[in-house]
């Protein structure tokens, strides 16, 4: 007796591959990638990943035997109709040994209403269902990842599912057809760049791993998939551009029992996500090869997610807090995660789909940066210097005339960008003569100035080294005023001179990210002023502007 | 070395040392040379010869500067400066004047009101002029005057005259013709007496100075041409009342000496052993103060071989049979610098060297 005709072996069996697929029909997987498009259609990025993740698991996890998985990538036409006839001469030889069949056909690519577009060829789809009735397997399950995917679905006696319905069949074996697609017929299918591949096909498999387990039985069914798909690939489309997936089951099965697609509770490794756990979780593989999972943990029930022992890294959002997580999935193990042993990281804003999303953990943003500079700068000789010499002043080389301060408020309103508010002197100098005035004796006359400037900066910077090092650039303009003193053997006197700069400084900020130090940093930077603020009565005029090199502190927040 | 050479060799090192600037390099020699003394509406350092003058802002306005108000306007300054102080001045003007204005620098050298330097310094658009003057070698009292022309506008923000090193000026120097007596000369034409003669100050050393005579001849009958001391720190020859001078005192001619001999530049005695007794010898007589290597010791027969009888010449009683010299005139004191009468040593300052008031002896002393 076979045991339920689950395509867990035919499809994403994600227990102990040996227990599941030793038994029970032979299942074989013809996948599909292609990436090319046709006559005003844009190349597409990532079907053919999302087919190697959908081998990965399927050989990976042990459901298919490898040998029995092909995976054909921007297949030509002549291509994928080879692709089918071997494969229907595979499973005509295993009828004829006796032996039930399950046949997994997935495509990712370019498609119409009507047809599989391969680059400048096409497969119209009436086509592609003779071929998928011909191959007379005990079940067969279409996943079509393409726009419009729901036409295939038009087929003679097939019923459409309702909307996250559970158990549409009874019985305990079905035979058949079922036709899961990323969209209906009318509406497109989207990649995400964030995930690396398509929407559906992301959390489809998240899904069989485990997410998709709503009943916690450790058995995901075709419903479950179904409306796990449905509802993630709904939200996560909904506010794009392109709007809203549905994606659609269309089944024509007979038999009893709902169709188990894999048994995430008998993985070899799981991670269990706590039942009082509510977040948005992402695993990725070590070092961020892969995104294998996001899902949407709500409290209440626990769910575990079959994934192949090893290394594994976990982002954790609970409303504004992000925490990540590094662990090890042993072999056999169920490993329960716990946000409260992660690190704090910060959410990286993703501007294109208008809410924030759990980037990698490396990529930060400071949202508002306290700074505080001091710095040098070099001393110019201009015809309003040059004048006070003629008056017969000398200068008064003091540090106050190198040295420089400022003080800035700097808000990153988008990933590289922001705005800076610097507050500093970018100018100072002292000048003095001597005057005789008889009777052997001189009085002295001091003439100086500080300029200062309040400049509105925008600064572009891009993080590197895991946010360790910010190479950055800015340029504004703003107000300067010089106050000028004037001191003399009748008393002192001092102004205010207003007028305009410009200025623009390049440099680098280092922000370290270990723990314990997170939220200070330094920076250097060369600058370059140009504010021709003081001008005296012969028009002579002085640009308090120079070239200066700072160095300071920053604080994030 | 004998003394007298020593003391030639420390006047050859001071005149050395005063040729070079007696003052320091880059000394102002006028105040406020900025315009920034004012008592009211008026300069504080400057006096309007001529117009008038206003106080208006330069390159900014807290630092003032001084505009010429009228077709004809003159300030100026006197300053304390002596050929002594300044053998070389850097002059600068810092000064704005419209095409139509004109201004030009004038020197007065002795402060007499006859300009002896007159140079147009033209200033446009705050033109820093500067230039160098060569003084002449003999000058006091000298003012310096701004002198503008033209109706337009002319304002000065600075006038300076600093001391500058006497290599930086390669220019001859500023004729100054008209010098009082007593003021270093070179040549006649220098004088306002016409006469520029060679003196003899003390047998040591050689000045020439204006003067009114050189011989005896050259002054009134009765007259007698001699050395004589004026407001000026050297002495000159003037003429006078025959056998004015004591024993001792700074001569230039026999005529001018009470004893009838002038010798070694000092009235004396004695011109050498041929003029005393028979076995008297002619020798300096020791002032009667020590500290006399400046020569102040002038030729007397035999004074310290005998004492001398009532009535004879005596410096000191210690020359005297009866051991007192007749002191009712007084005691003579010389500067033993020029060999000139002094009461105090302030008088005795030759060239900015401090020369002392010694007490040589009895004025014209005879034995009791």
Known sequence: MKPCPCLCAALLSLGAPAALAAEGPEAYALLVGSNRGGPGQAPLQYADDDAARVRDVLVDLGSFPPEHVRLVADPSRRDLLAAFDLLQLALGQERARGVDTEVLFYYSGHARADSL????????????????????????????????????????????????????????????????ASSSATELSQESETLGGSYFTHHLLAGL????????????????????????TLVDTASTAVGAQHATLETDLRGKGAVILTRPGEAAAQLVLTSELAAEVLVYRENRAAVVAEVHKAAGNPMGLALTPGRYGVLVRQGPVVRE?????????????????????????DAAKGEATVQEADRRLERLMIETGLGGGTLRDTPYTERLEDFSFGRNLLWGNVVMLEGSVAWSFRRNFGAVLTVGDIDSDAWSRDMYTGDDTTSTDRYSWVTWRASLQGRAGLPLAGGWLTPYAQAGLGPAWAVTDWSDQDGGDREVDWGWHLVGAAGLQLMPT???????????????????????????????????????????? | MTRAHAFQLTLTVLGITVLSGYSSCGEDLLADPGFDL??????????????????VPTWDERD???????????????STATWLDAQCIFFTLLADEDPGASMSLELDFLDDGSVEYDQEIPAEEWENIGFHITTPDWYEGLRFRI????????????????????????????????????????????????????????????????????????????????????????????????????????????????????????????DGATTCGEGAICDRHPAVEADTDRGLEPYMCDPAAGLRAAGERCLDDADCLSGSCDDHLGSLRLCDSTGRPCDADEECTLWGFEGTCQRLGVYQGTCN
């Not at chain 2, 041409?225 to 720190?233: I, S, V």
């Open chain 2, 147 to 270: 002198h503008k022309t033209g109706d337009e506008r002319a304002v000065i923000a600075q006038v300076r005259a600093q001391v500058a090193p006497s290599e930086d000026c390669v220019g001859a120097p500023v004729v100054l013709d008209d010098r009082p007596d007593g003021a270093q000369c070179s040549a006649s034409t220098q004088c306002a007496s016409g006469v520029c003669a060679t003196l003899d100050v003390l047998g040591q050393w050689e000045a020439e100075s204006c003067g009114a005579c050189r011989l005896d001849t050259d002054c009134d009958t009765g007259e007698a041409c001699g050395q004589e001391y004026g407001t000026q720190e050297l002495p000159h020859l003037a003429c006078g009342e025959p056998s004015r001078h004591a024993l001792g005192e700074a001569c230039q001619h026999d005529g001018e000496c009470s004893t009838g001999i002038c010798y070694e530049g000092q009235c004396a005695e004695c």
């Open chain 1, 209 to 232: 791993r485990g997410a998709a387990d709503v009943d916690t039985d450790g058995a995901v069914t075709l419903d479950e998939a179904y409306g796990y798909a449905y509802s993630r």
């Open chain 2, 38 to 55: 004012w008592c009211g509406e008026d300069l504080c350092s400057w006096e309007v010869e001529q117009g008038q003058v206003e106080k």
């Open chain 1, 117 to 180: 577009d391969l680059g400048q060829e096409e497969l119209p789809l009436s086509e592609l269902k003779a071929r998928l009735k011909g191959f007379g397997a005990t079940i067969t399950l279409v996943v079509l990842d393409a726009c419009q995917a729901g036409a295939l679905s038009n087929v003679k006696g097939a019923t459409p599912a309702a909307d996250f319905s559970f158990n549409a069949m009874n019985g305990l074996n079905a035979e058949g057809l079922a036709v899961l």
């Open chain 1, 325 to 349: 997580c590094g662990l090890r999935l042993a072999e056999g193990a169920r490993t329960p995660l716990d946000p409260t042993v992660c690190r704090e990281v910060r959410v990286r804003v």
């Open chain 2, 64 to 78: 003032e500067g001084a505009s010429l108000v009228g077709p004809e306007v003159a300030i100026s300054q006197s």
């Open chain 1, 514 to 557: 270990v723990r314990g130090w997170r939220h200070v940093g330094l920076y250097g930077q060369v600058e370059q002023s140009w504010a021709p603020v003081l001008v005296n009565l012969m028009g002579d005029r002085h640009d308090s502007g120079r070239f200066a090199v700072i160095f300071g502190l920053r604080a994030g927040f």
